[in-house]
């Protein structure tokens, strides 16, 4: 463990504030890593975006459509995309229809975009299968020991993305990490899971950086799903290699960016294991990256972390 990171206070302001910042926890090296594996992965998923193929359409195919364009500022095409990896999906379940209409549905079950407002900004998901990186992030002796002081040795990962804020866009809508947006009000008065952003480029308050309304945890509501200012908000503002952490119940949004430049971070979900991740990786583990794993990094993942078939 870093002597420098004291875990009992980062917990506490943590617990007490919804957020803390840690800086300086990434080296040199692995952050200039970072950097260029990412900028590839990038430049590569905007040249061919994911397509795992298609699927049958269905009577709710429009609702579901109308609901994802009204809620994300994307492209056409971007829409098409999505509505094609959703019916891929519902074909490898057996054409097994959502009993309930998108916007009340557990937002695990549903694909969400990867390009955004109008593709200036991005996402790659499913990074253990494509950096090596992440496993280094995710089991990162700092950040892995306040996820389990905070939510149990057991904790798993729900998701872990590379996000890149594009040049002059507005910020994201406020919102809460799943499984809180399923919840009624009151949420629950202890933690589901932290979001951890491991800052790969500096978070100033002009390029995006993520914006927070501190003690809004204790609360125990949601935010409306909208953008604009929230009175008391603060940008989570340190240089690259820091990581900025809240609480799935901290009000938060990606921030606008003023700059002529992208903001990129490496977004990384710890949660209770009882929940069900975001997203689902035992599936694409291989035996061939899986011995590219410690155990703690593959049960983070999900695996021996679900439920066995009892007979």
């Given at each position: 463990m870093d002597e420098r990171f004291d875990l009992i206070a980062a917990s506490e302001h943590l617990s007490q504030q919804g957020y803390v910042i840690l800086?300086?926890?990434?080296?040199?090296?692995?952050?200039?890593?970072?950097?260029?594996?990412?900028?590839?992965?990038?430049?590569?998923?905007?040249?061919?975006?994911?397509?795992?193929?298609?699927?049958?359409?269905?009577?709710?195919?429009?609702?579901?459509?109308?609901?994802?364009?009204?809620?994300?500022?994307?492209?056409?095409?971007?829409?098409?995309?999505?509505?094609?990896?959703?019916?891929?999906?519902?074909?490898?379940?057996?054409?097994?229809?959502?009993?309930?209409?998108?916007?009340?549905?557990?937002?695990?079950?549903?694909?969400?975009?990867?390009?955004?407002?109008?593709?200036?900004?991005?996402?790659?998901?499913?990074?253990?299968?494509?950096?090596?990186?992440?496993?280094q992030l995710v089991e990162h002796p700092v950040i892995h020991g306040l996820a389990r002081r905070m939510l149990g040795d057991d904790c798993v990962i729900g998701d872990i993305s590379a996000t890149s804020i594009g040049a002059q866009t507005t910020g994201g809508s406020w919102h809460l990490d799943n499984p809180l947006t399923q919840m009624p009000e009151p949420l629950p008065d202890f933690p589901l899971g932290i979001q951890v952003a491991w800052m790969i480029d500096d978070f100033t308050p002009e390029n995006g950086a993520t914006r927070i309304v501190p003690r809004s945890h204790l609360t125990r509501k949601k935010p409306s799903w909208a953008r604009g200012d929230q009175e008391n908000e603060v940008a989570l503002t340190a240089p690259a290699g820091s990581a900025a952490i809240w609480l799935g119940s901290t009000w938060h949004r990606a921030g606008p960016n003023s700059t002529d430049r992208p903001r990129r971070a490496v977004i990384s979900f710890y949660q209770c294991s009882w929940i069900k991740p975001f997203s689902e990786y035992r599936e694409v583990i291989t035996a061939e990256l899986a011995a590219q794993m410690s155990p703690t990094v593959r049960y983070l993942y999900g695996l021996s972390a679900y439920g066995v078939v009892r007979g």
């Open positions: 800086e300086d926890l990434l080296e040199p090296d692995l952050l200039e890593q970072l950097r260029t594996g990412l900028d590839e992965l990038f430049a590569r998923e905007r040249e061919a975006p994911y397509d795992p193929g298609d699927g049958p359409g269905a009577p709710e195919d429009a609702v579901t459509e109308a609901y994802l364009d009204g809620s994300y500022a994307i492209t056409g095409a971007e829409l098409a995309r999505m509505m094609r990896r959703i019916r891929h999906t519902r074909a490898k379940n057996f054409d097994t229809p959502w009993p309930v209409e998108p916007q009340k549905l557990n937002k695990t079950f549903i694909h969400i975009p990867n390009l955004f407002d109008h593709d200036r900004s991005q996402y790659v998901r499913n990074l253990p299968v494509k950096t090596v990186l992440s496993h």
